[in-house]
Nanobody, 125 residues
Framework: QVQLVESGGGLVQAGGSLRLSCEASIRMFHTYAVGWFRQAPGNEREFVAGIRWSGGFTNYVDSVKGRFAISRDNAKNTVYLQMNSLKPEDTGVYYC??????????????????WGLGTQVTVSS
């Protein structure tokens, strides 16, 4: 059974940085794409970033391009989301998700298969 555990969220002032981690208990983790989604109160879950199973390709929602970076360490079964220049509109619960043989281009939540419980990110103005 796949388990995903997010960590690294918190309260930060606008302009600050956070690094989220997603640790996965998955055999053959290197065959799984990993995505980050976020959800603010009253909003739908939104794609933020994705990284292909092979690690060579990444994709970001326009609003975070140039500020966020997704990376993976297959030896640690972990994916990271480095978030810089944070804005209040980045506030929400951040979830990681996986899909075996998935692509970084899959931006709909229904395209992903396993989800963590999320970590709260709050950016104050």
């Amino acid at each position: 059974q796949v388990q995903l555990v997010e960590s690294g969220g918190g309260l930060v002032q606008a302009g600050g940085s956070l690094r989220l981690s997603c640790e996965a208990s998955i055999r053959m983790f290197h065959t799984y794409a990993v995505g980050w989604f976020r959800q603010a109160p009253g909003n739908e879950r939104e794609f933020v970033a994705g990284i292909r199973w092979s690690g060579g390709f990444t994709n970001y929602v326009d609003s975070v391009k140039g500020r966020f970076a997704i990376s993976r360490d297959n030896a640690k079964n972990t994916v990271y989301l480095q978030m810089n220049s944070l804005k209040p509109e980045d506030t929400g619960v951040y979830y990681c998700t996986t899909k075996q043989w998935g692509l970084e281009l899959e931006t709909k939540s229904t395209e992903w298969h396993n989800w963590g419980l999320g970590t709260q990110v709050t950016v104050s103005s």
